[in-house]
């Protein structure tokens, strides 16, 4: 692991961090907040996951996360949307390949041998943050926006064991249901929509057997939010919660669209709803 930067925030420390992924087969870039809590002991992480075309800068940058996280000493983890490089095949398309690696493990190619995002999140990242990180990672939530919350929602209910606490920024929650889901779905692992129902929250939830598992999983959700009723259909997977009694948090706000003002401005209940979770495992 090489470190980019490093800079002094709210008594904690922000860096920028680069490594080779052996299951992206690239060079892939991250970014951590360690709290001053962390001085004394292993503290929780939550890792977020952004957006089509984002990368680990944009929560960091733009969402003033820091500023709670070392109040509360929350460890946040902030990987890249996709592989990258030169060697890394694209598209000319905003909303799949680079930045929209869509948190699956493709099984199409030319996809296939470095579009392996649930691994790369699930397994390969973690396995570094805890060597180099003062992390508990028997203490581990994950959010994420737009895309990365499809894949927060995706990768808590595939692995419970895991993760303790879940909440997500304006979801894409049914993605077999809608262009941007349909687009990268049947890319990266093929028309047989029976395979993609493992990467679908909706579907997820409505065929959960370990019912009630998380306390309580948060949403946020912007009424002003241009791509809600095409793409994110929210009340699908609250409609799945209920069906399962899975407790849900569904908060919908008027005015608020689908940017990181919107983020900036709920990022704070989000850390504090892991916060009260990942301390009381």
């Known amino acids: 692991m090489k470190t980019v930067s490093e800079v002094q925030c709210f008594s904690g420390r922000q860096g920028y961090y680069q490594h080779r992924s052996d299951v992206l087969d690239c060079d892939m870039q991250f970014s951590v907040f360690v709290p001053p809590q962390a001085q004394t002991h292993n503290l929780p992480v939550v890792t977020y996951l952004s957006g089509l075309t984002c990368t680990a800068d944009n929560v960091t940058s733009k969402s003033g996360f820091q500023r709670i996280a070392a109040e509360l000493g929350l460890i946040i983890v902030a990987p890249d949307t996709s592989p990258r ?39 390969e990242l973690p396995a570094l943050i805890e060597k180099n990180f003062p992390v508990d990672m028997a203490r581990q939530g994950i959010t994420g926006h737009s895309m990365g919350g499809h894949g927060a929602l995706t990768i808590a209910l595939k692995n419970p064991e895991t993760y303790q606490s879940v909440s997500a920024f304006a979801p894409i929650c049914a993605p077999s249901q809608c262009p941007w889901g349909e687009k990268a779905l049947g890319n990266y692992l093929g028309h047989n929509e029976a395979d993609w129902q493992a990467y679908d929250a909706t579907l997820l939830m409505q065929s959960r057997t370990d019912r009630n598992y998380f306390p309580e999983i948060l949403i ?50 989000h850390l504090r709803h892991h916060h009260a979770i990942l301390t009381a495992v």
């Open 85 to 123: 490089g030169d060697h890394v095949p694209d598209e000319d398309s905003w909303d799949f390949a680079s930045g929209a690696g869509f948190y699956v493990d493709a099984t199409q190619e030319p996809w296939a041998h470095h579009y392996q995002m649930y691994s790369y999140i699930t397994a």
């Open 220 to 269: 946020d959700q912007g009424l002003n939010d241009n791509f809600l009723q095409e793409q994110l259909k929210p009340q699908l997977f609250a409609d799945a919660c209920q069906q399962v009694n899975q407790k849900l948090n569904f908060r919908q706000h008027a005015g608020y669209d689908h940017s990181y003002y919107f983020i900036a401005s709920f990022i704070e209940d």
